[in-house]
């Protein structure tokens, strides 16, 4: 049994969550409150010591950082459905094309978008250079025609098929549309697509 540890509201856990479903792997979710921040509780600490969501246990052991947990369930299944397939002739190319969306995802988009929720967000006590809000803002908005020009003629963010990449671009989308940041027309309509997927965590 896999141990999800996820906050009450919606966070990046959601990601791992949507993982386990379309894998169809047996979990558990334990939901911490970080209004009462239960996420510095010791019992989690021992899991995470950055006391960050979201982590799973498994097998005894501790699993933290979203991209890395969704990768390491994907390879507890027999046919590891969320990654190209190793036996596919294009393999080499479908596998780069997968970790090159999402490895500009985490640098072009999420970098900024960190900084900006920071700012607008969860206003913590951090000291940011005036207009720093509005450089992120501007470095998003010169990645994100890239990462939209992906989905012109093909049906998810790398390829043919539904990976990895889809259920991380589905969090930096929806991150991006939670800061007000407009997205164009065929974003909104993959977006619509993935959440009407069987196994989409809904509520």
């Not at 498994?58 to 979203?66: A, I, L, R, V």
């Amino acid at each position: 049994m896999i141990t999800l540890y996820k906050y009450t509201h919606p966070s990046r856990a959601e990601t791992v969550l949507w993982a386990l479903k379309e894998l169809g792997l047996d979990y558990e979710i334990k939901a911490l409150d970080a209004k009462k921040n239960e996420q510095r509780n010791p019992e989690f600490l021992a899991i995470n010591p950055y006391g960050k969501i979201p982590a799973i246990t498994h097998n005894g052991q501790h699993f933290t950082e979203s991209l890395a947990i969704i990768e390491y369930l994907n390879d507890l299944h027999p046919d590891k459905p969320l990654t190209p397939n190793i036996d596919n002739v294009n393999y080499a190319e479908q596998n780069y094309k997968l970790r090159k969306v999402i490895s500009f995802g985490m640098i072009e988009i999420e970098s900024y978008l960190w900084i900006l929720t920071k700012i607008k967000v969860l206003r913590n006590f951090e000291n940011w250079s005036e207009g720093t809000a509005e450089n992120c803002i501007a470095s998003i908005n010169k990645a994100l025609p890239i990462a939209c020009d992906w989905l012109e003629g093909q049906n998810y963010i790398a390829g043919e098929s539904f990976t990895l990449a889809d259920i991380y671009y589905h969090h930096l989308f929806s991150w991006l549309k939670m800061l007000g940041i407009r997205l164009p027309e065929t974003v909104m309509a993959y977006l619509k697509r993935l959440s009407a997927r069987e196994s989409f965590p809904k509520g």
